[in-house]
């Protein structure tokens, strides 16, 4: 398997169900359909205007749904930035400089208070529905994608694969940058299996941000818990 596609990783670990955290108006969801996908997403929106768009994205479709909720290291409330193009919007800081490539999209417009949650309360809570699940964790979610895994630590060793959105150039404040990033999935036992240029400079191409897909090698994840993998630490 040497070009890794998104259908490969979907039918390589029997993934049944995906969590598209930072769904935005449904865009990843669709490629899955697209794909060929037809199992369970649940794709998480936090910013009210945005969230009613891929509601109405996920309208018919019976094995997708959506949810108006943030994931994060922690229960609460808290305010994230809506930036110009709300694909951008995020709990953290655009940096002040952020690179031409992007234009004015990266304009902060207003700020709102959003629910989070975290994976592993998430899990508990909906436990039934996740049981013997093969659980596919998208992130993207703007510099923060480290905080929702912070959050997930009782689940992640039933979750195969990782999809991430990692920088070279983080556009946030306090962001990690792809070193960082891949370290800390190491360090949790997810190993890259390939990585997608998703945004790279014009003026030297040099690479700003990409997905990363993550493998779980710690071995076959734990399956057969309900509640959110609390058997099976990482």
């Known amino acids: 398997m040497n070009d890794l596609s998104l259908p490969d990783l979907l039918t390589h670990f029997e993934?049944?169900?995906?969590?598209?955290?930072?769904?935005?108006?449904?865009?990843?969801?669709?490629?899955?359909?697209?794909?060929?996908?037809?199992?369970?997403?649940?794709?998480?929106?936090?910013?009210?205007?945005?969230?009613?768009?891929?509601?109405?994205?996920?309208?018919?479709?019976?094995?997708?749904?959506a949810w108006p909720l943030a994931l994060g290291p922690r229960v609460g409330r808290e305010r994230i930035n809506v930036l110009a193009d709300d694909g951008?919007?995020?709990?953290?800081?655009?940096?002040?400089?952020?690179?031409?490539?992007?234009?004015?999209?990266?304009?902060?417009?207003?700020?709102?208070?959003?629910?989070?949650?975290?994976?592993?309360?998430?899990?508990?809570?909906?436990?039934?529905?996740?049981a013997n699940r093969r659980i596919l964790l998208k992130m993207d979610t703007q510099g923060y994608d480290l905080e929702v895994v912070r959050g997930a630590a009782r689940s992640l060793a039933r979750i195969p694969v990782i999809l991430s959105e990692i920088a070279f150039m983080p556009l946030y404040q306090h962001a990690p940058d792809y070193l960082e990033a891949l370290a800390s999935y190491q360090q949790l036992?997810?190993?890259?299996?390939?990585?997608?240029?998703?945004?790279?400079?014009?003026?030297?191409?040099?690479?700003?941000?990409?997905?990363?897909?993550l493998v779980n090698v710690r071995g076959k994840p734990e399956?057969?818990?309900?509640?959110?993998?609390?058997?099976?630490?990482?």
């Open 15 to 65: 993934i049944d169900c995906v969590l598209d955290v930072g769904a935005n108006r449904g865009q990843f969801a669709r490629s899955l359909r697209d794909a060929g996908y037809r199992g369970d997403i649940h794709s998480f929106e936090p910013v009210a205007a945005t969230y009613r768009a891929l509601r109405e994205a996920a309208d018919g479709d019976a094995r997708w749904r």
């Open 88 to 130: 951008y919007s995020s709990l953290l800081d655009p940096n002040e400089s952020p690179d031409a490539h992007f234009g004015d999209k990266l304009e902060r417009r207003r700020e709102e208070t959003i629910t989070v949650t975290t994976l592993d309360a998430f899990l508990n809570e909906h436990g039934e529905a996740f």
């Open 189 to 213: 036992g997810f190993h890259l299996a390939c990585l997608i240029p998703t945004h790279r400079r014009e003026t030297d191409l040099a690479l700003i941000e990409a997905a990363c897909c």
């Open 223 to 234: 399956i057969g818990d309900n509640r959110g993998g609390q058997n099976a630490p990482i």
